[in-house]
Nanobody
Framework: QVHLVESGGGLVQAGGSLRLSCVVS????????VGWFRQTPGQDREFVSYISWDGDKIRYTDSVKGRFTISGDSAKNTVYLQMNSLKPEDTAVYYC???????????????WGQGTQITVSS
């Protein structure tokens, strides 16, 4: 079993920054890939970014390229999502998830966190 806990959400003005953290615990053998997804009411969950277990593969959805940065700290079993230049359209519940393969597809992710709300005011 793998457990993921997100933190760092909140309310921020447009143009501001937030950093999300995702602490991963359980039977991972440190060989997990972590993705960030987001979801707004009535919409499908949307891929945001992923990082492979070795940090070698990173990918972003087009709408966040140049604004969001994903990184990992293996010593802390934590993956971060630094979000800069936030826009109102970034408002969503953000989830981190663990997958055996680096993927932008949600169905490849076996374990999910509980989510953290990001609200960007205009």
């Amino acid at each position: 079993q793998v457990h993921l806990v997100e933190s760092g959400g909140g309310l921020v003005q447009a143009g501001g920054s937030l950093r999300l953290s995702c602490v991963v615990s359980g039977r991972t053998n440190n060989n997990y890939n972590v993705g960030w997804f987001r979801q707004t009411p009535g919409q499908d969950r949307e891929f945001v970014s992923y990082i492979s277990w070795d940090g070698d593969k990173i990918r972003y959805t087009d709408s966040v390229k140049g604004r969001f940065t994903i990184s990992g700290d293996s010593a802390k079993n934590t993956v971060y999502l630094q979000m800069n230049s936030l826009k109102p359209e970034d408002t969503a519940v953000y989830y981190c998830a663990a997958s055996p393969v680096p993927s932008s597809l949600g169905y490849n992710y076996n374990y999910w966190g509980q989510g953290t709300q990001i609200t960007v005011s205009s």
